[in-house]
C-alpha cells in the first residue's frame, strides 16, 4: 500500500502561474521528500522537510508541512514550460527507506 | 562523476526466461534500492541494501532477488520472469544527511517487458 497520496491527479497550468500540489500520508514519519520525474527519466531530488520543520523554501519551491494533519503542499512560483514534469512526494523512516505516492502530474504550458 | 547508471535500458523477455539488472553508482553511497514504477502508481520497493553484502527486502520483494557484492553494484534478479513483472524498474543510492534522513539518486530505468 501506498504511504503517500497526492491531489490533483494532474494539473495544467499557463507560464507564469503558481502551482500547488498535496500530499496526504497515513503514518508518522522522519522527514519527506519531493521529487521530479521528466517523461522516461529517473527521479530527481528537490527538496526534503524534517518532521520538525514546518516550512522550506529552495529557488521557486516552498514546502510545507503539517505533521498533525498529516500532510504536506509544494508549491511551484511562477512556473515555467520546464516545469512540466510529475511530482511526487515520498515519506521517509529513519532507515532511509521511502514510501512514494502515485504522483501529480503538471503541464505547463507557454 | 556518471552518477546512478543501469543496465540495460530496455528488455524483453518470455514467461519462464530469467535475466540481471545491474545498477552501479559511483558516489560511495552506503544505501542502495530497487524500485519498480507501474503505469498510475508511484515507485514500490522491492528489495534495498544498507552495505556490501547486505540486503533486505522491501514493499514486493516476492520474485526477485538481489545481491550487493561490490558497494558500488547493486544487481536485481529475475527468476522465472511472469507477465505481472512488466514495469520501469529504478535503482537508487542514498547517502545520509544530518540528522539521519537520507536523500536518494536515481538512475534512468530499465524498461522491462515479459510477454
Known amino acids: 500500500s501506498q504511504q503517500g497520496e497526492e491531489d490533483p491527479q494532474a494539473l495544467s497550468i499557463q507560464e507564469g502561474e503558481n502551482a500547488t500540489m498535496n500530499c496526504s500520508y497515513k503514518t508518522s514519519i522522519n522527514n519527506l521528500q519531493w521529487y521530479r520525474q521528466n517523461s522516461g527519466r529517473g527521479l530527481v531530488h528537490l527538496i526534503l522537510i524534517r518532521s520538525n520543520e514546518r516550512e522550506k523554501h529552495s529557488g521557486r519551491l516552498r514546502v510545507t508541512l503539517d505533521t498533525s494533519k498529516k500532510s504536506s503542499s509544494l508549491l511551484i512560483t511562477a512556473s515555467r514550460a520546464a516545469d512540466t514534469a510529475s511530482y511526487f512526494c515520498a515519506t521517509g523512516d529513519s532507515w532511509g527507506k521511502l514510501q512514494f505516492g502515485a504522483g501529480t502530474q503538471v503541464v505547463v504550458t507557454p | 562523476n556518471a552518477g546512478v547508471t543501469q543496465t540495460p535500458k530496455f528488455r524483453v523477455l518470455k514467461t519462464g526466461q530469467s535475466m540481471t539488472l545491474l545498477c552501479a553508482q559511483d558516489?560511495?553511497?552506503?544505501?542502495m534500492y530497487w524500485y519498480r514504477q507501474d503505469p498510475g502508481m508511484g515507485l514500490r520497493l522491492i528489495h534495498y541494501?544498507?552495505?556490501?553484502?547486505?540486503?533486505a527486502k522491501g514493499e514486493v520483494p516476492d520474485g526477485y532477488n538481489v545481491s550487493r557484492l561490490k558497494k558500488q553494484n547493486f544487481l536485481l534478479g529475475l527468476e522465472s520472469a511472469a507477465p505481472s513483472q512488466t514495469s520501469v524498474y529504478f535503482c537508487?543510492?542514498?547517502?545520509?544527511?544530518?540528522?539521519?534522513?537520507?536523500?536518494?539518486?536515481f538512475g534512468p530505468g530499465t524498461r522491462l517487458t515479459v510477454t
Open positions: 537508487a543510492s542514498g547517502v545520509e544527511g544530518k540528522g539521519g534522513h537520507y536523500e536518494q539518486y
Open positions: 541494501s544498507v552495505g556490501e553484502g547486505t540486503t
Open positions: 558516489m560511495n553511497h552506503e544505501y
